[in-house]
């Protein structure tokens, strides 16, 4: 766990954030040219343990950039704390703090008229927020009457953020400043062959993405880490994670969180991937909505009032445990544990929990990447080794990969069917691998469901992709970060 203070912006740093440099060209800020930012990328929640004082739960954004659950709250407060006038011009700056984060640069006038706060108090903050490098110059306002204004904005380079993405076939980081603007990433093969090989490789592409970002050590306060499976926290480890053979190991995290020397809590991907849609993408402005991952698996995500919803024991949207109906050895209790095969060694495999998952008769065996080329071969599909190469084929006309491809519509819907009766979502996204053949796949999903149920969500597809997870791991450590700076900062001034 790194103690190191958040490095001070190093040259060339000092850029606004209103660029629009975020995956794929897309802005991960509500900045528009010319204008200061408002938030940086949503607020979300994470459901692994954060070896630092966990942030606050969190929502999301509605479009407009609102947001749902409001200012995060002044760090360190807590209701049974006794008062103190430190406290209470602690309390002061964080509120100006936030008000410049949501909203945009503001003079002192105008934070005092927006806060309540007295002129001279909004001074003494402001000068403070400079002095620990939290708050900065953001140019002058020039009124048609009256005197000239100082503008001041958040200073985004005051810290950093890591968020991280592992997949089977990829690997994604990418740094971003306290605004939510990414300033390097990194996207590769997932090359590992042992849960330990691909651990380290997340440690080695993190700095090498850190390095590409320029800043220094220290500089990122937090990371957040999505992974296929459910984190347990009692025994600190990933369980169901059958995509990554040993990935249930003990210590692999522990191991990535030395490696990258700063905190870091670990999240289920479909879950970040909700919150990166929810926050960026089709699920912006929904009450209740459902992210379906699908690719070398199956996951889900629900997003209720700018929440994430995970369960009792976080392992609420693991939905390729869904028994199929009729299937021999639905729910049946046997079979291999989910990360270790015949032979394998500790490093190679051992989830040392018994997990059991892709049992035959489970939706994750006939909804997933591996079960639409499956299918294809069954219905005499020649030379399509990847779900890809299949719906290609079918936008080409080949009968079999049209079949196969209504063959995975259909079980899609049933699992649309059985999570609209229980959780009555508004909008149903599909997103990961498959999400992005939507154009063949909404209209059958669509068509098999209303043959299965009166129940109609809307279905849409994924804004954002392959960089879901991602953006939903960013804004899930900006959560932890920003708060983290906060007091790391305002304590470097008090001793100063």
């Known amino acids: 766990m790194s103690s190191h203070p958040a490095a001070r912006p ?11 440099s975020g995956p794929g060209g897309r802005s991960v800020t509500d900045g528009t040219p010319g204008r200061p930012p408002g938030p940086g990328l949503g607020e979300g929640s994470g459901e692994g343990p954060r070896r630092a004082a966990d942030g606050p739960e969190g929502g999301g954004r509605e479009q407009g950039g609102r947001d749902l659950g409001g200012p995060d709250p002044a760090p360190g407060s807590a209701a049974e704390q006794p008062w103190s006038r430190q406290r209470l011009r602690s309390n002061n700056e964080w509120l100006l703090l936030e008000r410049l984060r949501t909203t945009g640069a ?36 020039a009124p048609g009457r009256g005197r000239v204004a100082v503008l001041y904005e958040p200073d985004p380079t005051a810290g950093y953020v890591l968020g991280v993405d592992i997949g089977r076939g990829r690997l994604r980081v990418a740094v971003a400043d306290l605004a939510g603007e990414i300033t390097a990433r990194r996207d590769v093969p997932n090359r590992g062959s042992t849960a330990g090989a691909v651990a380290d490789a997340v440690i080695a592409e993190a700095r090498a993405a850190i390095a590409e970002a320029g800043i220094g050590p220290g500089a990122v306060v937090h990371a957040a880490i999505g992974t296929p499976g459910v984190w347990d926290e009692t025994e600190q480890r990933v369980r169901y994670a059958a995509q990554l053979p040993g990935w249930g190991r003990r210590g692999l995290f522990d191991r990535i969180r ?23 993408g089709a699920g912006a402005g929904s009450r209740h909505f459902v992210y379906l991952l699908l690719g070398t698996g199956i996951g889900m995500g629900v997003v209720s009032g700018g929440k994430l919803q995970r369960g009792a024991h976080g392992a609420a949207g693991e939905i390729g445990f869904l028994p199929l109906p009729g299937v021999p050895g639905a729910g049946a209790g046997g079979g291999q544990g989910a990360d270790q095969g015949p032979g394998q060694s500790p ?13 035959p008769g489970m939706l994750e065996s006939a909804a997933s990447a591996e079960s639409v080329v499956r299918s294809a071969k069954e219905l005499g599909v020649r030379g399509a080794a990847t779900a890809k190469q299949v719906f290609d084929a079918a936008r080409a006309g080949d009968p079999a990969a049209l079949a196969a491809v209504q063959r995975q519509a259909e079980q899609l819907a049933y699992a649309v069917a059985v999570v609209s009766s229980v959780i009555d979502p508004d909008l149903v996204v599909l997103g990961g691998g498959m999400g992005q053949s939507s154009d063949l796949l909404l209209d059958r999903v669509e068509e098999a469901l209303h043959a299965l149920t009166p129940l109609r969500p809307r279905l849409a597809p994924s804004l954002l992709g392959d960089e879901a997870v991602l953006i939903g791991a960013l804004s899930t450590a900006l959560r932890t970060a920003r708060p983290e700076v906060f007091d790391r900062r305002s304590a470097a001034v008090a001793r100063a």
């Open 258 to 280: 030395a490696g990258l020397d700063t905190t870091i809590s670990v999240h289920n991907d479909a879950n970040l991937a909700a919150l990166g849609e929810y926050a960026r």
């Open 347 to 359: 490093d190679q495999g051992g989830d040392e929990g018994g997990d059991h998952d892709q049992r």
């Open 10 to 20: 190093g040259p060339g740093s000092d850029q606004r954030s209103d660029r629009t």
């Open 106 to 141: 503001a003079s002192r006038a105008q934070l005092a008229r927006d806060t309540g706060l007295s002129k001279p108090t909004v001074s003494a903050a402001l000068a403070t927020l400079e002095q620990a490098g939290l708050a900065r110059e953001a140019g002058l306002l």
